[in-house]
């Protein structure tokens, strides 16, 4: 960790202050006026843009991000967690968050950003236990692999919601409780799923065929 990173996560410990936010502009952060940083863990965030009116509550985690950038009035809840894999970074991986304008996270997510992660303006993830995952490990290649996640304007995930690597939620989008996502949501509109069904038998791909219990190759989602 460096010098600038363990200052960093001292300062983001504080609880939210002008002086908070003063001393985080000296450490390279952009921030914007009338913004709210509760008390967070804030390790290896590398680049931050706050706009103006952003409130993030207390007991979030901001871990091995290569950007956070937070538009006009978003909205953070408390205890969610924002994190990106280092190692997958390394291969390629953006390691980003982006919210735009408006936007809202509620309490109580996890959010992988190791593909990168995007919320249009006026989206919430609303309720709890939300999980947003960027990477994966293919049964096919038996590699470690990363894709982004695209939600548009406009949407409602509502609790317990589950995005998957390379998902594309369009605008105006209704996901329902307990719901996954693993494709492209185009159509504007409510969205609900049942129970997992068989959808492909006798899987093939080099994932069954492997030797070593750890997968540690990596590359780009295809």
């Not at 202050?17 to 967070?40: E, F, P, Q, Y």
């Not at 291969?91 to 593909?115: E, F, M, N, W």
């Not at 996901?175 to 093939?204: C, F, H, I, S, W």
């Amino acid at each position: 960790m460096t010098l600038r990173s363990a200052l960093v996560a001292i300062v983001g410990l504080l609880p939210a202050s002008r002086l908070k936010n003063a001393a985080l502009r000296r450490m390279g952060w952009t921030i914007g006026h009338d913004v709210r940083i509760g008390s967070c863990l804030v390790v290896a965030v590398e680049q931050a843009r706050l706009s103006d009116g952003v409130s993030i509550g207390p007991f979030n985690v901001f871990r091995n991000l290569a950007g956070l950038e937070c538009g006009d009035d978003v909205r953070l809840g408390q205890w969610n967690w924002f994190t990106a894999s280092g190692h997958m970074r390394q291969a390629g991986g953006s390691g980003t968050l982006t919210l735009g304008p408006q936007s809202s996270i509620t309490s109580r997510h996890y959010v992988d950003c190791t593909g990168g992660v995007r919320v249009g303006a006026y989206s919430t993830i609303a309720g709890e236990r939300s999980t947003l995952l960027t990477h994966g490990i293919s049964w096919v290649t038996s590699d470690q692999t990363y894709d982004s996640i695209e939600i548009g304007e406009y949407c409602l995930l509502s609790s317990n919601v589950n995005v998957t690597p390379g998902s594309v939620v369009g605008d105006r989008v209704v996901v329902g409780m307990g719901a996954t996502v693993a494709g492209n949501l185009a159509e504007p509109g409510l969205y609900v799923q049942p129970r997992a069904v068989l959808v492909k038998p006798d899987l093939t791909g080099q994932y069954f065929q492997r030797q070593l219990g750890s997968v540690t190759t990596v590359r780009p989602r295809t």
